[in-house]
């Protein structure tokens, strides 16, 4: 076995990339590597992503974090899933939750014992079964990993967090853990001129910064692998063309609901995320649809609370970098591509690249193996979320703007041509076995957006129809009665 020749970590950035890098290596290689992260104050940090995913709690679980001292230091809040509305069509709304409705009865997905029921007039939606849509109408929360004695699965849940908060926590116990931080701003970057490898960076002040393996988390402007290295971007406009954001801050909302709210507009959709002292708000949209100053506009009226500030403009464009490693330096963040916020994935994908990265790590100086496996994984898993984004802006109804009715009929990836098609015949799912996103996720997203499957699942069959009525009902007393013991989502928080 080969001892690794690495000796010393660069990170360049300090957003939550280069911080979510920063601790995970710091915890997890301990003291075999050196790790320095440089950023700069003057350029500072996006200052959004504040929506996450149940994966999240792994991250704080490795990283050994306290839950009570994260949520407080962070101002967070817990999260059950999204609320989408007006997304299928004007008037409607769903929750794509974070479990699965009822329970599965012999192998048999619950969704499919419903979809017999609705065959034959069954009245109730889906969500009618859902622990998590109960828990989220009466706005409790509590810890729950299963539903009394029952084979329900408890509530999953995710957090929501003020994002300089997190940024500046995570710095703090990166900083407990040997992480070396440097402030200033990359001015040159000099290569090996054998292997084109980084050698160093140099920073306005002059100081040299040298080191074996460079992670790029500089945000939008991937300084090392984009700009340094050459790595172009893969644009992935023409299916989710949105390019803008502002982000502004307003007041906290009177009642604190444990969701992210989605709400569908002419030409983009904007967001509502509850924290302990604010709300955080913004407006994704398509800036050849709509105006910079006709989507402020737009999103000021549609915010519940007072604003804090002025709207905050963000360009981005949806899509990938061609490699997310070259030569010896990996690209993480914002600096590797950009699926938009919708599905709160990007946090998510930060973990998941430093946790393939600490896997793949390099064990000597040919990493070539290592890098191929690596940019393999990273790929696929953006095209899996990517198809997952395309679902909500494809399957509309919406005909009542131009941004609507080119997002209806664009052309979509083969990939997600082939999940519509098998949902809308038999409800089944054929998603990917390492797909981020489970069966209930696209079960609820599907039948959210309008899609109604012409048949279902014969194995539902096996019940009798006095055995199905009984059943339903059975599964929505045991999430009546498991809601009633929970506390209120704000009880709950000042615990
Ligand atoms: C509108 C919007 C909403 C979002 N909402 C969510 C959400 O709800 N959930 C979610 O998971 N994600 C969300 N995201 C994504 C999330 O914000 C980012 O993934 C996350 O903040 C990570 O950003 P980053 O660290 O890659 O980049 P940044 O925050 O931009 O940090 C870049 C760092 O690089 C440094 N830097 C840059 N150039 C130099 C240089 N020359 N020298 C030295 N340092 C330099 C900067 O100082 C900074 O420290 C959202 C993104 C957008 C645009």
Partial sequence: MSESTLRKLVIVGGGTAGWICAAAFARLMGKAIEIELVESDAIGTVGVGEATIPQIIRLNTILGLDERDFVKKTNGTFKLGIEFVDWGQLGTKYLHTFGDAGMNLASVPFHQYWARAAASGHDKDLWHYSLHQAAADQAKFGKMDRVGNTSMTGLAYAYHFDASLYAAYLRAFSEQHGVARTEGIVKEVSRDSET??????TLDSGKEVEGDFFVDCTGFRALLLGEELGI???????????????AVPSERLETLVPYT????????????????????????????????????????AGLDTKPLADPRPIRFTTGRREQFWSHNCAAIGLASGFLEPLESTSIHLIQSHV????????TGKDASKEREEYNRRCASEFEQIRDFLILHYHQTQREDSEFWRYCKNMDIPDSLTHKMELFGSSGRVGRDA???????????????????????DPMANGLTDAQLTEFLGNVRTVIERAVGSLPSHEAFLAQ
């Fill in 434 to 456: 390492d797909d981020l996103f489970r069966e209930a996720s696209w079960v609820q997203v599907m039948l959210g957006q309008g899609v109604t499957p012409r048949g279902y």
């Fill in 261 to 300: 709210r989605a709400t569908a507009k002419k030409a983009g959709w904007q967001w509502r995320i509850p924290l302990q002292h604010r709300t955080g708000n913004g407006h994704v949209y398509c800036s050849d649809f709509i105006s910079d100053g006709q989507a402020g506009e737009v999103l000021i």
């Fill in 232 to 246: 172009g971007y893969q644009d992935w406009s023409k299916w989710l063309p949105c390019n803008s954001a502002q």
């Fill in 196 to 201: 084109g490898n980084i050698a160093s960076i």
């Fill in 355 to 362: 946790s393939r990265l600490l896997q793949l790590f390099p």
